[in-house]
């Protein structure tokens, strides 16, 4: 016996996804549940923009989460370590937790976004044919061609529109959508806390966003795992203030001078 159809928008607040998701309404695709799995992890701001869109729309979106939050993976999981006594040696203890993810080491994503998205949709699946919208605008080939991305049961319709991120970000504006602003200081908005962010971001999020900062430097103090390879949460907060500094007093920070002089600066800091 045949399975019936089942219809999911894979939505993430972000402008693609919410770009889809109202044409794929205004166009009277079929859709019969709107899925958005929160990690914990976005912005306040997006959070609104998510209670504004399911005002706007009239009809529930549908929200999980992970088992446990990201604190409880960060620095309280058990992990097995390949050489604990390396790792000893290396970081001067034993520690719980994944510490700060890294470009080899996506934790977060795996197990804030990708098992309990699994989870939920491999129940679903007992019941329906699933077909799930995914919000990946046309100029977004490379990500496309991933093997998730071509699972037979993932439908790509900014790419049939094809609607690139910057007609994703208008569409949504001209229906009354700004994210509080967001999208001014960030040109892809996620994870609030995540150390692969471009240093623009990372910027941005210190001299915009004060309270996270201080919530991003208190994370930091919990952990084993430097933030990223070249700097400690610390060290681009003196980096950023340097440059901050550096700009009043009609300095360049981008020569050599700059960088020798911010050397000492975190030498000193460091002592």
Not at 15 to 21: E, G, I, P, Q, V
Not at 55 to 70: N, S
Not at 129 to 142: F, K, N, P, R
């Amino acid at each position: 016996m045949m399975k019936p159809d089942f219809w999911i928008v894979s939505f993430s607040g972000g402008k693609d996804s919410t770009a889809m998701l109202l044409r794929l309404l205004e166009e009277k695709w079929p859709v019969d549940m709107i899925l958005f799995v929160d990690t914990g992890l976005e912005f306040p701001a997006m959070y609104d923009h998510i209670d504004k869109v399911e005002q706007y729309i009239g009809r529930p979106i549908t929200r999980i989460k992970a088992e446990h939050d990201f604190e409880y993976y960060f620095c309280h999981a058990p992990i097995k370590r390949g050489d604990p006594e390396k790792f000893r040696k290396q970081f001067g203890g034993d520690y719980n937790g994944f510490g700060w993810m890294g470009p080899k080491m996506r934790w977060c994503t795996n197990r804030l976004k990708d098992a309990p998205r699994e989870k939920y949709l491999r129940e679903l699946r007992k019941k329906y044919t699933l077909h799930q919208y995914v919000g990946l605008a046309a100029d977004e080939g490379y990500r496309l061609e991933r093997k998730n991305n071509q699972r037979t049961e993932c439908v790509h319709p900014l790419s049939e529109w094809g609607m690139t991120e910057s007609d994703c970000l208008q569409y949504c504006r001209d229906r009354g959508f700004d994210w509080n602003g967001l999208y001014q200081h960030f040109r892809r908005v996620s994870c609030w806390l995540c150390p692969l962010q471009p240093l623009d971001e990372l910027r941005a999020l210190w001299e915009h966003f004060p309270e996270l900062w201080e919530k991003l430097k208190k994370y930091e103090s919990m952990t084993w795992r430097k933030y990223r390879s070249d700097y400690s949460v610390d060290e681009l907060e003196i980096r950023f203030a340097f440059e901050k500094e550096c700009l009043a007093q009609g300095l360049p920070i981008r020569n050599k001078a700059f960088f020798t002089a911010l050397k000492e600066r975190l030498v000193n800091a460091n002592e």
